[in-house]
């Protein structure tokens, strides 16, 4: 119940926080008012306008922010001094004009926040704040209250120099009060109460002194001001600057309300002269004690520096010594004594070559101080001999330290403690066991620390988990931004991971964008669960890379010791095949492995290493289903299918080894084995008297994305150009849509060199009229499944219709795949397509088979797929014409 009370409070406080520039308004209106107090009797202008201070001081600390509340407390304090709405306006004007001044010409040629530490910022902030900026709020101020009347010609100079020193001084009394005041840390040391207490009550009965009217008639208006002056020097020397800026302020206070009462030195005689002496001597105060203090602020800063630069060297376990220029030691800290064995008393004036061990030859140190001559320092390996003659290999960084005239007066040694030898070790160490883009574990200290905590769970009987990560499409992001890209996105990505794990477990990267997570002392597999929805969830904002925004996704796969695997070897495959699983389901999403999983992945490895194996061999073999002109009946073309029977595995469906082969990049290889049989088995039926056929083949697109597939294509087709027989290459109207303009350039170069191209499943795409118009295509194939329910499908039936009558517009022939029955058949002819191909006529069958037939004659579109398995086949009738 504390507790929530305290967080309910904190809450409140927070709710009801008073904006700065509130703030700045009201303490701006109180000190205006105190100032008035004080206002002389010509023109409403106070000597020392503390007001001033505030308003500098408030925007040197918060900027323009505070600027309304400077506003409108100076409008509020001329609207109560009689003044109307114009006159008050431009006074506030002038006020806050002094304050931008300022302060622009501080944040312009200085550091406004460091204004009372280097001697120099402060002298600026006299010349810009204290000596530039108030005269723009003295001269707008005065010639306001001029022409207004309230100021007479012959006072405006006077009132011109009063308002100015006036706000001069103001500012030079609160403004560094004020920087102090927010300053968390303050030079100077801490005093004891008791003198801090002594101080304050000397002040007390010194102003008290001098301004509360205690001092006899005749010592009134004696020069005894004086007595002011030890108090600020006790306080320069002995206090901090935020005490320094409070006692002026306290005398100043004290000095302006005893001369208002008509007491102290500063009283009597003409108004003018009082505040024109006040002004000056507490101006000059208080600069005096400010400039003072800041000077020996810097110093005692440069002083302590040095002291603890003196430690660390005495203090340092490296060994240290610096020489004169030539070369005599001058200083050596008690590292340097120890290793040398010589007393301080037997090095100091010494050469440094009293520790020359013989080991270098003259050309070594020669081209060593040549080097510090150029460049100003060096660093190697020096052999060094110490007092009891033992030889000393050390690592050596000299630097050279310059003295008025830029020239080398002194020369630093530091001698490394550690060899260099354990330096390249520990590099070699680095580079073998970490990664150096992400600092991350490599593979191989992935593996070591993996068996290390297979082994501690085996002991302890605890849980472990393994999660692989792999990011998807990030392959995207080098192709397009490049590999250094990618690289600082990788390591950004190695980040996010990092803050999602605990120190316990190993986070490490096996290699492009692939990473492992080892889960050690794991209660449960939910708690597996758990850090990878860790990391989704940090990959949910987008990496801000250079000038690109990037969302970056993971698929990540989970096994778990004991209960999916024992083994390194083990638990790496499972993790890494329910990652895969993660990838086929889309990525950004995680995985548990499935002993289910592992079926699949079997299977395909299985068929890539037979492919592989049958690709080698040329184990794979090709049907032909031929192809026919619907008008005359004849046999015009052959569609080379690819086909394989392996010795262990039996036959493999195309559907299946075409994916593998996709999948693995072996698609090249298969693509071009089969196009290199249709070729020569073109060329085979050429030398047997069997010409004027069509032999087309299906293209990957993986195929055509490769960049030397048109010199490839080239070469295997090349010697079939005078055969009789011609290679048409059948493209999906997908691929052929895929990088328009690189698609146009190959199929040009492909026509030009006599090659037919069809769009193969025209209708499943989307492919643009204008765009097919451009292409040198040959034929389009309408996909089989717009021609499986013809003639009874309207849909199929209005598509097909359409997909003819845009062919012939654009002279290009239509080949119906898929043609099943005779319905379809007759449908097709009386809609004037050009070809058909299916089972109507012939399924797949070999090359020889295709040679029978065709010398038999006996192809044409009146004998069916029946009539050619029967075991009597009959003559084929004469060819017919369209209907």
Not at 90 to 117: C, D, H, N, T
Request: charged share 20%; hydrophobic share 45%; proline share 4%.
């Amino acid at each position: 119940m504390e507790r929530t009370a305290e967080t309910m409070n904190q809450e409140v406080n927070r709710n009801i926080r008073i904006p700065p520039w509130l703030i700045y308004g009201l303490v701006y209106f109180l000190a205006a008012q105190i100032s008035l107090l004080f206002t002389s009797l010509e023109g409403n202008v106070s000597p020392i306008w503390f007001a001033s201070g505030i308003a500098l001081g408030g925007i040197l600390l918060h900027g323009y922010a505070v600027l309304p509340g400077i506003l409108l407390g100076a409008l509020a304090t001329a609207l109560l001094n009689d003044h109307s709405w114009m006159v008050s306006g431009g006074l506030s004007i002038g006020i806050l004009l002094e304050a931008i001044i300022g302060y622009w010409l501080m944040v312009q040629f200085s550091a406004p926040r460091k204004l009372l530490i280097k001697p120099v910022h402060f002298a600026r902030f006299l010349l810009f704040c204290v000596a530039i900026a108030p005269l723009f709020s003295a001269i707008i101020g005065s010639l306001i209250l001029w022409r207004t009347g309230t100021l007479s010609t012959a006072t405006l100079p006077s009132s011109i120099g009063t308002w100015w020193v006036g706000d001069s001084v103001g500012i030079l009394i609160l403004t560094p009060l004020l920087m102090t005041w927010r300053s968390q840390h303050v030079a100077g040391t801490t005093r004891p109460a008791v003198e801090w207490l002594a101080l304050a009550i000397a002040t007390l009965l010194v102003c008290g002194l001098l301004f509360g009217g205690y001092l006899p008639e005749h010592l009134q208006h004696s020069p005894i001001t004086f007595m002011l002056a030890p108090l600020v020097v006790w306080c320069v020397l002995r206090f901090d600057i935020r005490t320094t800026s409070l006692l002026t302020l306290f005398m100043a206070v004290s000095a302006l309300a005893g001369t208002t009462l008509g007491y102290g030195p500063f009283s009597g005689g003409e108004d003018r002269f009082a505040v024109v002496f006040l002004q000056i001597y507490f101006g000059t105060i208080c600069a005096t004690a400010l400039i003072g203090k800041v000077i020996l602020d810097e110093r005692q800063i440069s002083q302590h520096e040095l002291k603890l630069a003196a430690k660390v060297i005495q203090h340092s376990p490296d060994a240290i010594v610096v020489t004169d220029k030539d070369g005599r030691i001058v200083s050596a800290n008690p590292a340097f004594i120890n290793n040398t064995g010589y007393s301080p008393g037997e090095l100091l004036g010494k050469n440094i070559s009293l520790l020359d061990s013989g080991y270098h030859d003259s050309r070594f140190f020669t081209d060593m101080w040549n080097h510090i001559n150029q460049q100003g320092e060096w660093s190697g390996e020096i052999w060094n001999r110490n007092k009891s003659g033992t030889i000393l290999p050390e690592w050596l960084n000299i630097i050279a330290l310059e003295n008025g005239d830029n020239k080398p007066g002194h020369y630093l040694g530091i001698y490394s403690d550690v060899a260099r030898q354990q330096q390249v070790m520990d590099r070699i160490h680095r580079l073998a066991y970490y990664d150096i883009l992400t600092k991350l574990p490599n593979r191989q200290l992935f593996n070591d620390r993996l068996d290390q905590a297979l082994k501690y769970a085996g002991r302890n009987n605890q849980l472990l988990g393994l999660l692989f990560i792999d990011l998807d499409r990030f392959k995207n992001i080098n192709d397009t931004l490049g590999h250094s890209s990618g690289d600082k996105a990788l390591a950004l990505a190695a980040k996010r991971m990092q803050e999602c794990v605990r120190q316990t477990d190993t986070l490490a990267r096996l290699g492009g964008d692939e990473f492992t997570v080892i889960l050690q002392d794991v209660n449960e597999d939910f708690d597996t669960v758990l850090v990878a929805e860790k990391i989704l969830q940090v990959f949910k904002s987008p990496i801000q890379l250079d000038q690109h925004e990037l969302y970056l996704t993971p698929s990540i796969g989970i096994a778990l010791f004991p209960d999916n695997g024992s083994t390194v070897d083990d638990l790496i495959k499972f993790a890494d095949t329910a990652m895969y699983r993660a990838k086929e389901l889309g990525g950004n999403n995680y995985q548990l492995f499935d002993s289910n999983m592992s079926e699949p992945f079997h299977w395909n490895l299985e068929v890539e290493t037979a492919l592989r194996r049958a690709i080698e061999n040329s184990a794979l073999k090709l049907l032909y289903q031929p192809q026919f002109d619907l008008h005359t009946g004849a046999i015009v073309g052959l569609e080379g299918l690819a086909r394989w029977n392996d010795p262990e595995l039996g036959i493999i469906s195309p559907g299946t080894f075409i994916r593998v082969a996709e999948n693995t990049g072996l698609i090249h290889q298969l693509g071009e084995q089969v196009l290199t049989i249709a070729t020569q088995q073109a060329i085979q039926w050429g030398k047997q008297g069997i010409t004027g056929l069509r032999i087309s083949v299906n293209v990957a697109t993986l195929q055509l994305k490769q960049q030397e597939f048109f010199d490839r294509v080239k070469a295997i087709t090349g010697c079939c150009r005078n055969c009789g027989n011609s290679i048409e290459l059948e493209i999906t109207e997908t691929s052929l849509m895929e990088n328009a303009e690189f698609m146009e350039e190959v199929l040009v170069r492909l026509a030009d060199i006599g090659l037919e191209v069809a769009v193969d499943d025209f209708g499943t795409g989307y492919s643009s009229l204008s765009y097919l118009k451009r292409l040198p295509i040959d034929l389009l194939k309408i996909d089989q499944s717009f021609v499986r329910d013809l003639p009874s499908n309207s849909n199929d039936t209005a598509i097909c219709r359409a997909i003819i009558a845009m062919a012939h517009s654009l002279n290009l022939r239509v080949l119906a795949e898929g043609v099943e029955t005779e319905e379809q058949m007759q449908f097709l002819r009386k809609e004037n397509c050009d070809e058909m191909q299916g089972f109507l006529y012939s399924k797949p069958i070999s090359a020889d088979e295709i040679s029978e037939m065709i010398r038999q004659c006996f192809w044409h579109t009146s004998v069916t797929q029946d009539d050619i398995s029967s075991t009597q086949p009959k003559r084929p009738a004469p060819p017919r014409n369209s209907t």
